[in-house]
């Protein structure tokens, strides 16, 4: 069975641009996680997908948003970039929000 | 507030056995999960526990209080292989279900 997969694997942008990243998760998961990681933080949750629908949302500002399409993947678009987006952003997918999560390579995106 | 503490870093002997311990204070408890992390890599799943007591999984295991909220993660036969980061990571309940909570992870260098 095919693994979590997430496009682009890197990207580089300047302030002020937008971005969006998409995951695919395993087939059959229906929940879909986002995590941003930075050496300084750690892994910080963005928000949870279930069915299209967002049921949980951590603490970013609202220049970060998600979507999640009826195949169940989901995109994540982070708008008017800021150096400090700079991140690796891990997609995680489980069958439901209490299951075991399996993470995406993830996308490494620089802001410049 | 919602923490959860973990050693920065840990040496040992490649053939030794390691323990990277782990405290939690979350408002919500629906699981911990133990996760390694290559450098440049996602963080891959090695363990779950939701009750009390040991969870054996090959040269793995890990041991949850849930009323002491502490956990460990035990490594037996250590080897190169296993210089990684580990992540102990909470599965919150209530209004963060579906959020897992993150450690900033402990990197463990395995030395011959």
């Known amino acids: 069975k095919a693994g979590v997969t997430q496009t682009p694997r890197y990207l580089i942008k300047t302030r002020g641009q937008q971005v969006t990243l998409s995951c695919s998760p395993i087939?059959?998961?229906?929940?879909v996680s986002w995590y941003q990681q930075t050496p300084g933080q750690g892994l910080q949750f963005l928000f949870e997908?279930?069915?299209?629908?967002?049921?949980n949302k951590g603490n970013f500002p609202g220049r970060f948003s998600g979507r999640q399409f009826s195949n169940s993947r989901s995109e994540m678009n982070v708008s008017t970039l800021e150096l400090g987006d700079s991140a690796l952003y891990l997609c995680?997918?489980?069958?439901?929000?209490?299951?075991?999560?399996?993470f995406g390579p993830g996308t490494r995106l620089t802001v410049l | 507030g919602q923490n959860i503490d973990q050693p920065t870093e840990m040496t040992a002997t490649e053939g030794a056995i390691v323990q990277i311990n782990c405290t939690y204070q979350t408002s919500g408890f629906n699981g911990l999960f133990w996760y390694q992390q290559h450098a440049g890599e996602a963080p891959t799943f090695l363990s779950y526990?939701?009750?009390?007591g040991l969870e054996e999984k090959g040269r793995f295991s890990s041991f949850l209080s849930r009323s002491k909220g502490y956990s460990y993660l035990l490594l037996k036969e250590l080897q190169m292989k296993d210089s990684a980061s580990y992540l102990c990571?909470?599965?919150?309940?209530?209004?963060?279900?579906?959020?897992?909570?993150f450690g900033k992870g402990t990197k463990l260098s395995v030395k011959p």
């Open positions: 995680a997918s489980s069958w439901s929000n209490t299951d075991t999560q399996y």
């Open positions: 087939s059959g998961h229906r929940s």
């Open positions: 526990n939701v009750l009390d």
């Open positions: 997908y279930f069915s299209e629908t967002q049921r």
């Open positions: 990571a909470v599965l919150g309940g209530g209004g963060s279900q579906g959020n897992l909570i």
